[in-house]
């Protein structure tokens, strides 16, 4: 699940991402400060939006006017210590109405009774790219080795693309041909690890090409932000 809370107070922003990610550990769940942060951090992929309503410029209800009109199955849950607000609040028509302090079972009640549910994805891979991880089956994995993780990440970012052995030397080692044999066990290691999980057919291998088989990955964001986060410019 990707979240945003916006809240002009700082300690409410950090407790509401602790809590967040305490109900749920592999989503992603960002913070804003107030309308201008919280635009610019919007995407298609923001399922849930806590939105604080009294702060200064722009209020919460307007600023899910605005979202709405581009984001129409996006879930809005008020977080407010203004009760009064909660009539003029529905008339955008939140997913939830919540009042001061909350707490994680709150925010999970909210969560199962949203206007939009936010459906499993059917693919046994989820990949969140920034920070970049692998999700197995909705649950944290890791590779047994770094080498494997980032030759995965690379893959991913190639989205399908079968790449030439030469060009994933290329991006490990500099190219360095003696490198083949080391290479060939990456790629058995990271086609292992998953079928250990359930996760067959992942790696696809034709004519000293490897890719990844798309039909059973699901990005979390930007894919090329996984292209800035291991520097592979």
């Known amino acids: 699940m990707?979240?945003?809370?916006?809240?002009?107070?700082?300690?409410?922003?950090?407790?509401?991402?602790?809590?967040?990610?305490?109900?749920?550990?592999?989503?992603?769940?960002?913070?804003?400060?107030g309308a201008e942060e919280a635009f610019q951090m919007m995407s298609d992929d923001?399922?849930?939006?806590?939105?604080?309503?009294?702060?200064p410029g722009i209020n919460g209800i307007e600023i899910a006017g605005i979202l709405q009109k581009k984001y129409s199955k996006l879930n809005i849950i008020f977080i407010t210590g203004h009760p009064e607000y909660s009539l003029p609040a529905h008339s955008v028509f939140p997913s939830g109405f919540l009042t001061k302090p909350v707490?994680?079972?709150?925010?999970?009640?909210?969560?199962?009774?949203?206007?939009?549910?936010?459906?499993?994805?059917?693919?046994?891979?989820?990949?969140?790219?920034?920070?970049?991880?692998?999700?197995?089956?909705?649950?944290?994995?890791?590779?047994?080795s770094h080498m494997t993780n980032e030759l995965f990440a690379y893959l991913a970012y190639k989205n399908g693309a079968l790449c030439p052995n030469g060009e994933l030397l290329g991006l490990l080692w500099d190219g360095n041909l003696d490198k083949s044999g080391r290479l060939r066990q990456l790629i058995m290691d990271m086609r292992l690890s998953l079928e250990e999980e359930g996760v067959t057919n992942a790696v696809i291998k034709k004519y000293g090409r490897t890719g990844l088989n798309m039909e059973l990955v699901q990005f979390e964001g930007d894919v090329s932000d996984i292209l800035r986060e291991f520097d592979w410019y």
């Open 103 to 144: 707490d994680e079972k709150d925010i999970c009640h909210a969560l199962e009774h949203l206007r939009y549910p936010i459906e499993k994805s059917e693919k046994p891979m989820r990949v969140r790219c920034t920070p970049f991880a692998v999700f197995v089956n909705d649950k944290p994995f890791h590779f047994k």
């Open 2 to 33: 990707k979240t945003i809370s916006v809240d002009d107070q700082r300690e409410v922003l950090v407790l509401m991402q602790k809590m967040l990610s305490s109900i749920d550990p592999q989503g992603t769940h960002l913070t804003a400060s």
């Open 46 to 55: 923001v399922q849930v939006l806590f939105l604080d309503i009294e702060m």
